[in-house]
């Protein structure tokens, strides 16, 4: 399985050095993704998923971030070696990503053709006129009226929604391999949300790309995804496919989050559930399980060791806990 | 276009051209002009300095240079005539033709020392703002040196230090004394600290959008990121700090000029046409009034414009 993966993180640790200490955003992240696949990462804010994703696209900015440990390798090659140049020759060409606030992502005072000409224009080599007839066709395919009219418009003449889509276009300009969306849909009204939604999967198919969801909507989730990463304080707890994972969830962070959703079957009167306390601080460097201060089924063994990623059922199901869930034994 | 597209039921709903709906969405530069056109002191400033402009450069056709420069000792400061009117200067020379060619050089002066102000100030405060750490501190530490020497004694001691080392130049079909480019140079590398500030601060900020990691994310090389997604953002700032620094340049060049340490005649400057007039202050009331006169309205006019521009570029203002 491994040798077909398109990209293979491994043991990624990203840290910023600021006034206050140091940050542990990312504490050894490893996972991969293959051709064509969607994968959801989910977490909540600050659990160090768009860390670990620019990490890789090699966007964090040195100093303050340093990366401490790990790889990223893409087509048998290491991200997080390459010079500058190589890095911008790699990102929007091979790796996309999309951003979560349409409304701060374009720059204000460039028109949106003269920003969706630029990976053209750098990745392409193109000339003039074939990036302006390029950029209208890509305007068109992301479902924007009368594009060869609206190139010469403004971000601000365009809708959030009809900005998010320039943006996929723009990041889809040259066939990327990998499209990281970071919580696209977040800024959006809910029914341009699934309309997003629905584009980026559209292209998918198209395109035989992969795309890694970042997202905290776990309904999102299960529309999309075919496999799911569970961050938690910048660890990744548990991974599995999606339909397993809401099934049969067996990390208790996962279990206390998917408690915590709202759900339509049940009474309106009784209150939501939340999970007590909250995330550790980041500032402190991590011993033991991140979640043991807020987990009901924590032992001594949490508070010292860091549990290991490993398979605990089939379809590569992998949980980070010393305790199988479904027994309650001790591992 | 409409009857095709009217026409053609099976492309789904029929969607009407922006322009039979409405009138297209204003450019930037239209919102720009329609804010700058309500500010009526700009709109004064600019038609003031349109007329000086065509004053300096248009007076060529009526006079020429070496009527400007003739001395005639029988006609020493004599008062406005008919054959003088702005008078006669200590050695004879025609006030008015002076001032003609004079301001052609305080302008020349204004700009261009505006132009190596903008590339240095420009220059070093995008590196610092942009690329920051050691860097920025080098550059900052290095311009907080330059601001904290007064800049007219800076000025005084470099005009003087250089002031024979240029020989003559010809631009424009004209021959300059080479205490011109001294004086442009001079000016120049004296003022852009404040201008780097102002481009380093807009940087530092600019940098820090969404944006700018967007583009960055699209494989967008550092170069490109300065020069076509930063700088663009900076330009109302740079723009107004310009226009204000070509009014600031021909007031410094009018005080080292009325110093003596300025540009040499013959060449005439309205600066250098104020060093003669400061012993006959009372006595001869023309050899100060008119060069002071262009240069208080050329630097007035100037500082008009650049209220008008900073007020149309600001894209937070709303008024249309």
């Not at chain 1, 209150?271 to 402190?284: C, D, E, F, K, T």
Request: hydrophobic share 45%.
């Amino acid at each position: 399985m491994d040798s077909e993966r398109l990209l293979e993180v491994n043991n990624l640790r990203t840290r910023f050095h600021i006034a206050e200490g140091t940050v542990y955003a990312v504490n050894g992240v490893s996972f991969g993704i293959n051709e064509g696949e969607t994968i959801a990462v989910v977490g909540e804010s600050g659990c160090g998923k768009s860390v670990t994703m620019l990490s890789i696209l090699g966007l964090i900015p040195i100093p303050p971030g340093e990366i401490a440990s790990g790889e990223a390798l893409y087509q048998g090659r290491d991200l997080l070696k390459l010079n500058d140049s190589e890095l911008e020759q790699m990102r929007g060409k091979d790796i996309a990503m999309i951003f979560q606030d349409p409304m701060t992502a374009l720059n204000p005072v460039l028109s949106i053709g003269r920003q969706l000409g630029e990976p053209l224009r750098v990745h392409l080599g193109i000339k003039k006129q074939a990036i302006r007839q390029r950029s209208i066709e890509l305007l068109e395919q992301v479902g924007i009226p009368d594009p060869a009219h609206r190139l010469s418009e403004y971000p601000h003449q365009f809708s959030g929604g009809q900005r998010q889509r320039a943006m996929i276009a723009m990041s889809l300009a040259c066939f990327p391999s990998i499209l990281i969306a970071d919580e696209p849909t977040t800024a959006l009204d809910v029914t341009i949300q699934a309309q997003i939604v629905e584009l980026i999967q559209r292209f998918r198919e198209q395109m035989n790309m992969a795309v890694i969801w970042i997202t905290h909507d776990l309904g999102v989730v299960a529309d999309i995804a075919e496999r799911v990463l569970v961050m938690y304080a910048g660890f990744i707890v548990e991974e599995a496919l999606v339909d397993d994972l809401y099934e049969d969830p067996r990390h208790p962070y996962t279990q206390a989050l998917l408690a915590a959703l709202p759900r339509i079957d049940r009474r309106r009167d009784r209150r939501l559930r939340s999970i007590p306390g909250a995330p550790p601080n980041l500032l402190v460097e991590p011993k033991g399980c991140p979640f043991a201060a807020r987990c009901e089924l924590v032992f001594d063994r949490c508070r010292e060791e860091m549990p290991p990623l490993i398979q605990i059922a089939s379809n590569h199901h992998q949980a980070a806990c010393w305790i199988d869930v479904t027994t309650g034994k001790k591992r | 276009m409409t009857e095709s597209t009217l026409s053609q039921p099976e492309k789904g709903i029929v969607s009407l051209t922006p322009d039979e709906l409405e009138t297209p969405p204003l450019s930037l530069g239209q919102l720009t002009w329609r804010r700058f056109r309500r500010h009526k002191m700009a709109i004064f400033g600019s038609v003031f300095l349109l007329l000086i402009v065509i004053y300096a450069f248009g007076g060529m056709l009526v006079f020429s240079e070496a009527y400007a420069n003739r001395t005639e000792t029988g006609a020493r400061l004599q008062a406005p005539s008919r054959e003088h009117p702005f008078g006669t200067d200590t050695i004879g020379r025609d006030i008015l033709a002076r001032t003609i060619y004079g301001g052609q050089i305080s302008i020349l002066i204004g700009l261009t020392a505006m132009l190596v102000e903008l590339i240095l100030g420009v220059s070093i405060g995008a590196l610092a703002g942009y690329f920051g750490g050691k860097l920025d501190s080098l550059l900052m530490r290095f311009t907080e040196g330059v601001l904290v020497i007064p800049q007219i004694f800076l000025l005084l001691v470099m005009a003087r230090y250089f002031a024979q080392s240029i020989p003559n130049v010809n631009f424009l079909g004209r021959t300059f004394s080479g205490s011109v480019l001294v004086i442009i140079f001079v000016i120049g590398i004296t003022s852009w600290p404040y201008l780097a500030r102002i481009v380093r601060a807009q940087f530092l900020s600019v940098k820090e959008n969404d944006f700018i990691l967007a583009a960055r994310a699209t494989g967008t090389s550092t170069r490109d990121i300065i020069f076509r997604h930063i700088l663009p953002n900076s330009t109302a700032p740079i723009i107004v700090s310009a226009t204000l620094s070509v009014a600031a340049a021909i007031t410094l060049e009018a005080y080292i000029s009325f110093l003596g340490l300025g540009v040499r005649p013959p060449t005439a400057t309205w600066g250098n046409m104020l060093e003669g007039a400061y012993n006959y202050v009372e006595s001869a009331w023309w050899l100060w009034f008119f060069p002071g006169l262009l240069i208080a309205l050329i630097v007035l006019s100037i500082n008009f414009l650049g209220d008008g521009l900073r007020d149309a570029l600001d894209p937070h203002s709303r008024a249309i």
